[in-house]
């Protein structure tokens, strides 16, 4: 049988979901597929498209790129639009004239920028959000303008809004409706959104008609509006909606909606035999979807149908949950209380400025909505309510008061969820996947997410999973132990919070007040590290010096053969010749094996325990610093020369990572620390790998946190951006501090990241809104460590009886033998054990 | 063999020892690390036979169900400090020696 030709007209997020599916179906040898896009480039993600100016660039919104589409063997033509259609010969021609046969016709040609037909919308600072191109040109007509409007209060055009602060602009929400939102959000929600948005600058106009857009007085332009009044603006941005893009069927007799639209049954089949079409193009029982979930749906509708499966569109929920221009907002189901008979539960808090409504049914049995603003967090059990159809409780009221403590538990709890019950929409994992993985031995959210996948999208589900997961190992029986060691049945959380608030100052004393025994190799360096982070002692104090692995306890890392190496700090990677050349002739001196290391330092390989205190005493003088390469702590802050020396950099990257390292040196936390910054975009210094990356933008620093790389590498999640010096170390100061109060023993912040319920949210409501109010005494405590660093090589040194510690043997000078050198490229190395054996019993001659 | 018939070696001082930090000593061509623990003395071989680094000395020194042992800072394994014997690996041990605080003289001796 010869292949099937399909051919996807568009190749934006559903063309390419559909693609994608096909391509990796298990019958995908039966088909040859090509793609048209009159883009520029294959599909990226348009929902992020507000990204791009916090840093992203196109190549990080894309979503595939042209080696994926080889390999799966999809044919893809750019820039070149499908302009015939000739559906009795089955084939599409192209505005170049080409021509392609098909077997089956996908169409996803998605939507366009619905732009009101107002006398003067043609000028050059009116634009559209909707491409790549878009935004670039945004941000040419940014850099000359100095007042944005964006016209349009609804969802996409409050995202453009944010764009358009991002790009520095005084922004103004120009809406035709009485509120924001109209379509999502109730009276009630609209309103207090609009005071918060207020509250962030951007000034809000409702129930504006414009008339025509003008020359202006004091800007570049003029908008007039039906009511008299008028607005200045330098640029406008039209967000009024989007409108099917259905031209090429329209011309063809393909069935169109009255409004628009391509109408499809429920297998994405056009009226036209062998004709899909799919996403924001198809119009089904009269509603055009205008989000990527529900045109995923009918992207995989489509492959089912072609491959003879039996999967139906039978509609989408369209409840929403996103942050816009910060504030959280969340819409389910009828949220304007259309129902008829419909009954309505209100909580507002004026203070904290949170709204909440449920819509119940007329019986007080159902959910038929919600509006959310402000506290989204019941999001995910009522949208599944919602959704399931599920019962309410007793008092609904309940679902959206405040918890208070010691109250009883308000929400439906978990249990009460069917097993098919989606809890993470964006990778379709249920209830019932989440219940088998905690069976098959899942107990932390970190495992869950790895397992199941749940989470790792939009990550709007964690908390809904953590609850889910809790309550099915509470079932099981399963006691989760988070006892640090035997010594102590106590997190290191916990423990961190006894020695801060006891004022604890030896291990000797925590373990008598709270523990029991002598300790352990678990113990003893996690209260070492607690100690150093909270009252930040010389950590070789006799009273503190047990505590240490033996990397703290020697200042240096210790290597297979037992010998150490030595890295000095070389803040920011910057190092003066006079440093390089000192370095290197104490390395000859010595006989070390130098190399580079991953994080912009010299390391020195080889020095023995008693060698330490001389080769220090030597890079002392010769001006270095410890580098705590040691220890769980700061160690380098890497970074490009930035906008001094390069081309395309906008900050000094350099002096921000010198200043960071400074700052940051000598910080014990749960482990060891990694920090990154770039001069711009192009992220030479991979700061998103890093546990706080730092990239510049032309409006300041964008923050990234909690990245890592290694075995489990991990994007950081961009934390804020627009970021000037003093904000940036405000912000760094407070992240670092509250990883190194909450943080788990050993565990890296990706993982602390991955564990935290409410996830970056949840870190963005302590660090920035200050919602536990403990911004003031993280940054108190960060102060301190700064205020208190000491160059622990420089004080051992100083002190003989610290020096005695590194004798090899306390009753002989000899060297120790073990230790066995061979050379490999003109430098020394651990020689191997057979090597070792010739060495030591040369066989007889 | 009594205590009396070992051959003693004087090594140094009780006040170079630091609770609970261990020094490492030659006893003949023999590395040995001795640990002062809660005011008890004890020596094993200062070789790591995982890895046969002479780093026992550098290890920490802790409790576990009951038995003081020193942890490798290789690869993290247990000693008993009394016997020895390896808790991870029943058939790993490390040599034991005998120590004493002799009028303020540590003392070391094969057993």
Known sequence: MSKQRIVVVGNGMVGHKFIDNLATHENAEDYEIITFSEEPRLAYDRVQLSAYFSGSTAEDLMLTSEAYYQEKGVNYVLKDKVVTLDTQAKKVVTESGREEPYDKLVLATGSFPFVPPIPGRDQPHCLVYRTIEDLEAMTASAKVSKIGVVVGGGLLGLEAGNALKNLGLEVHVVEFAPRLMAVQLDEGGGALLRSKITALGVQVHTEKNTQDIVAGETCRYRMNFADGSHLETDMILFSAGIRPQDELARKYDIAIGERGGIVVDNNCLTNVDDVYAIGECALWEGRIYGLVAPGYQMAKVAVSHITGGEEQFTGADMSTKLKLLGVDVASIGDAQGRTPGCKSYVYQDGVAEVYKRLIVSEDNKKLLGVVLVGDVEAYGTLQQMCVHNMDLPESPEALILPAVEGGADAGMGVDALPDAAHICTCHEVTKGDICSAVAGGVATIGDLKAETKAGTGCGGCVSLATQLMNSELTKLGVEVNTDLCEHFAYTRQDLYNLVRIGKIKTFDDLIEKHGKGLGCDICKPTVGSVLASCWNDYVLEDAHAGLQDTNDHFLANLQKNGTYSIVPRVAGGEIKPEGLIAMGQIALKYNLYTKITGGQRIDLFGAQQHELPLIWKELIDAGFETGHAYGKSLRTVKSCVGKTWCRYGVLDSAGMAIRLENRYKGLRSPHKLKVGVSGCTRECAEAQSKDIGVIATENGWSLYVCGNGGMKPRHGDLFATGLDDATLIQYIDRVLMFYVRTGDRLQRTSVWMDNMEGGLDYLKSVVIDDKLGACEALEAEMEHVVDTYQCEWKTTIEDPEKVKRFRTFVNSDEKDNTVVFVEEREQIRPASEEEIVRFVEPEPA | ?111
Not at chain 2, 34 to 57: C, G, H, M, Q, R
Not at chain 2, 71 to 98: M, N, R, W
């Open chain 2, 1 to 111: 063999m009594s205590e009396e018939n070992k051959n003693w070696q004087a090594i140094c001082a009780s006040t170079e020892l630091t609770e609970p930090l261990g020094v490492r000593a030659l006893l003949g061509d023999e590395q040995v690390a001795i640990f002062k623990v809660k005011n008890e003395l004890y020596a094993v071989s200062a070789i790591d036979p995982f890895t046969n680094a002479a780093v026992l000395a550098r290890g920490i020194v802790g409790d576990l169900s009951g038995k003081t042992v020193v942890a490798s800072p290789i690869y993290k394994q247990h000693f008993c400090l009394s016997s020895g014997a390896c808790l991870e690996d029943e058939d790993v041990s490390v040599k034991t020696y005998a120590v004493r605080d002799n009028g303020g003289q540590i003392e070391l001796a094969q057993h």
